[in-house]
């Protein structure tokens, strides 16, 4: 594996380890090199009352933003109880947002060990975004 790529997907692996899942114990964690280099992760955490819950993904970008950072160059998605563990609608939104035309987003085959790759047009077809605001 790619050593920029393996680096994403050790962090997503250290987070996802992290996850705060007591109801789901689904635990997972998301890794996003921005444009400028830096590597940021979160895990996901539940809530009792689920849909107050948040994605790792989510709070990737959230922490991102926070950061200063504002763009996804990559984005490493891990789940424990998931092969391959793909965002969920809502976080593709969310990657969208802040994603470009050479935004990649990585999750790993377990069975493999393999990356699959794939561009946000291709998880989120026909997205809705900034631009449709204009």
Partial sequence: ???HLKSLFDAANE???KAYAPYSKFFVGA???TTTGQIIAACNVENAAYPTGTCAEAGAIAAMISQGETEIADIAIVGVKSNPCYPCGACRQRIFEFSNETTRI???DEKTKEPLTYSIQSLLPHAFGPRDLA
Wanted: aromatic residues 0%; hydrophobic residues 65%; charged residues 15%.
């Fill in 1 to 3: 594996m790619d050593p």
């Fill in 106 to 108: 990585h999750v790993l």
């Fill in 15 to 17: 987070v996802a380890a």
């Fill in 31 to 33: 890794a996003i090199r």
